[in-house]
């Protein structure tokens, strides 16, 4: 008989469970109408995400106001880099943050510029540069101007 307790253990914990399972589990997890499309999936998330607060709002709006820095940044290396991308989120801008920031530290574009060492992604066919010897201690926007960075016009300041 001994034999069987480790049976009624393991019968007791899966009973267990699944008592705790129908606490835990919300009741609107399943498959719902897609069938296995999806697999499961919580379906209250789909409008939680639809009410998600979009906190960036791309080029375009910002060129309605900032037209020059847009146009600069349209004909530069820099074209396809998003504003937010160096600005953060506009989120309610101008209302609410009045003003976004202007990082002006070696490190924002270091993200983007420092030369890897080993040169397996796209990531490493942006133009690198040593940090510890390119130009140390000095901010980048001395002589490189961000909305337009171009070959010709480095020491464009
Ligand atoms: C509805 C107009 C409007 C839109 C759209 C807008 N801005 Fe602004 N922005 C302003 C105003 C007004 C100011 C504050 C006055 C100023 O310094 O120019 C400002 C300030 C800024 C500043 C700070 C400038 C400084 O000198 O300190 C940055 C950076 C900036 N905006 C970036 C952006 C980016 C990036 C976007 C797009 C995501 C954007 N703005 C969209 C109107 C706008
Ligand atoms: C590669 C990073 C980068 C991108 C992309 C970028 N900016 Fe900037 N921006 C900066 C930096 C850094 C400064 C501060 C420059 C300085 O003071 O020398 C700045 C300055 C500004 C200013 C203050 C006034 C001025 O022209 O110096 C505004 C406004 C602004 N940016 C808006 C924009 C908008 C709008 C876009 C997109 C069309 C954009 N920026 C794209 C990095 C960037
Ligand atoms: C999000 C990534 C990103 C950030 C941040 C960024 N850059 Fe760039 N940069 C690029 C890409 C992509 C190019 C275009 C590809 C190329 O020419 O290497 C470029 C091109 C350049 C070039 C032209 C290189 C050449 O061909 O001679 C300069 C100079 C430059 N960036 C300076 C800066 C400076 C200064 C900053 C900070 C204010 C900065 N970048 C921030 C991605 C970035
Ligand atoms: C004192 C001025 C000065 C400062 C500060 C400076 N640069 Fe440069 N940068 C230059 C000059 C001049 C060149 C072109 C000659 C060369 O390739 O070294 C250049 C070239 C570059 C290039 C192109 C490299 C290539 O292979 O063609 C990139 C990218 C760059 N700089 C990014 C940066 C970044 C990022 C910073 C800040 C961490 C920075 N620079 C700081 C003057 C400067």
Same mark, same amino acid.
């Given at each position: 008989?001994?034999?069987?307790?480790?049976?009624?253990?393991?019968?007791?914990?899966?009973?267990?469970? %699944?008592?705790?399972? &129908?606490?835990?589990?919300?009741?609107?997890?399943?498959?719902?109408?897609?069938?296995?499309?999806?697999?499961?999936?919580? =379906?209250?998330? +789909?409008?939680?995400?639809?009410?998600? !607060? +979009?906190?960036?709002?791309?080029?375009?709006?910002?060129?309605?106001?900032?037209?020059?820095?847009?146009?600069?940044?349209? @004909?530069? *290396?820099?074209?396809?880099?998003?504003?937010?991308?160096?600005?953060?989120?506009?989120?309610?801008?101008?209302?609410?943050?009045?003003?976004?920031? %202007?990082?002006?530290?070696?490190?924002?574009?270091?993200?983007? *510029?420092? &030369? %890897?060492?080993?040169? !397996?992604? =796209?990531?490493?066919?942006?133009?690198?540069?040593?940090?510890? =010897?390119?130009?140390?201690?000095?901010?980048?926007? %001395?002589?490189?101007?961000?909305?337009?960075? @171009?070959?010709?016009?480095?020491?464009?300041?």
């Amino acid at each position: 008989m001994h034999v069987l307790r480790p049976l009624y253990v393991v019968l007791a914990l899966a009973v267990i469970m %699944l008592i705790a399972r &129908s606490f835990w589990v919300p009741n609107d997890f399943g498959t719902h109408e897609q069938g296995y499309t999806y697999g499961w999936y919580r =379906q209250s998330n +789909v409008e939680e995400w639809k009410n998600f !607060t +979009v906190k960036y709002r791309g080029k375009e709006f910002c060129g309605t106001c900032h037209a020059g820095q847009a146009q600069k940044l349209a @004909s530069a *290396h820099h074209k396809d880099i998003e504003c937010e991308n160096c600005h953060g989120p506009a989120l309610f801008h101008p209302a609410d943050p009045l003003k976004l920031v %202007l990082d002006r530290s070696r490190e924002l574009c270091l993200r983007c *510029h420092t &030369s %890897l060492f080993y040169p !397996t992604s =796209q990531r490493s066919q942006i133009k690198g540069i040593n940090p510890d =010897q390119h130009n140390l201690g000095l901010e980048c926007t %001395l002589c490189h101007k961000p909305h337009e960075a @171009s070959k010709p016009g480095r020491r464009n300041r």
